[in-house]
DNA sequence: ATAAAAATTTAGTATAGGCTAAAAATAAAT
DNA sequence: ATTTATTTTTAGCCTATACTAAATTTTTAT
């Protein structure tokens, strides 16, 4: 039960965003998200090894344990909780959320955080679209995939977005696609990686690879 | 404009709320209240005053200077609204807000805090009934007293208390003593500096020295 | 006006967390 | 299967902040 130092918070989070299923997470792409050096993540992977939070072999990446794996969700669950506040009760557009919700989701309390879920009426999903954990560490992955790897037809809903920056939710208020929209692509250019798609209203447009592979959807059933 | 860490924030705040008017605030007092040795707080202090934010002279104790007063009063501006926030809209205890606040009020964005002012609806006093510098920082100063200085047979109203911690606000819970609450002095009993108060409803009470320095009080008009 | 007590500062040390540059291990390419 | 490129780690250093013990200054008491 000893709570962890903001580093290692942001380090388990970091952990917990890049790790794929079966995968391991590399020391270089910890310290890209993280905007800091490879050897300094090593040294942090090295404590938070020695402290039971992640599985480390020397050259060969990182895992979360049993023990790190909740932890990680914990920020994550605090770190949504209080995007949606933001966003909900203050009237932030969620192009400011993210950068606030990163000092926030450090505040210590487990009583402020389930009186802020109950407050917000149990929010399932924060401004980005990303689930928010419950209580008990539950997150909701329903099935999910990049708008860039849709074929072309397919019914489809807009359920949230890769990169939370402000410069990417910013175009995308700039050119209307919000979350909830239902589209479907009507065209892949192989040479660019690019997409035509058009939204259920009819309107059209044409997306980079960069801009659909950071927006993800779900098959729309019905 | 370069922000604190959260170290010289606690400094400043400390050293704002145990300033008085003229004199100079003691290396010891601040240890006292920081929970930490008069040589870190020496440390500290040169930095504070490399920085411009104190006027320290070695063995002469410290004052806010024109730069660092008005970024104490942020950080307490801060700390208020967030336990405004933390009763008002998630329920909390008084007795529980302020080790909560603590973490909170370090949370840097001067827009959240506006927005966060204005949602809580710009209250004027905090929980402990301490007032909320506004935006510009400015802090109201009513005449105010302890009741252990005030006079009996005066009529008097119970504006704060001096005391935040766990114990002190349970205590009057437990005897039934809130702000707001009307009362007089109806006996100084000199051998203990205790006192004997009557509340307007007619109650009778006794009251410790030690409680009665950490009830604020004004004189009721009408 | 000194001596004793109290407060404060200095000197030296520790820890968390970050960095650079060099060394070592792994992965990729011929 | 070597060589080359990439990734990761090590070694050594830096800053912020705290600590202990010793030295110094100020205050208090005789």
């Not at 580093?7 to 079966?22: C, D, H, Q, R, T």
């Not at 990303?130 to 849709?150: E, F, R, S, V, Y």
């Not at 700039?174 to 250019?189: K, M, R, Y």
């Amino acid at each position: 039960m000893e709570s962890l130092s903001r580093s290692e918070e942001n380090y388990l989070k970091a952990i917990f965003s890049l790790s794929v299923e079966g995968e391991t997470v590399a020391t270089r792409k910890l310290a890209q998200l993280l905007n800091s050096k490879d050897s300094s993540v090593t040294d942090m992977l090295k404590r938070l090894s020695k402290k039971s939070l992640i599985h480390y072999k020397k050259y060969h990446g990182v895992s979360l344990t049993e023990k790190g794996r909740p932890m990680a969700i914990k920020v994550i669950r605090r770190h949504r909780l209080w995007e949606v506040f933001l966003a909900d009760k203050l009237g932030f557009n969620w192009d400011q959320v993210h950068e606030i919700a990163e000092q926030m989701e450090h505040v210590q309390s487990e009583e402020l955080i389930d009186r802020l879920d109950s407050f917000l009426g149990f929010p399932k999903i924060d401004p980005h679209g990303d689930p928010i954990p419950d209580k008990m560490g539950n997150i909701d992955t329903a099935p999910h995939m990049l708008l860039a790897d849709a074929d072309e037809g397919i019914q489809l809903t807009i359920i949230r977005v890769k990169d939370d920056s402000t410069e990417f939710l910013r175009y995308l208020d700039a050119t209307g696609i919000s979350i909830g929209d239902n589209l479907e692509v009507t065209n892949f250019i192989p040479y660019d990686h690019s997409l035509q798609i058009r939204f259920e209203e009819g309107k059209e447009m044409h997306l980079s690879q960069k801009v659909s592979e950071n927006i993800v959807v779900r098959e729309r059933k019905n």
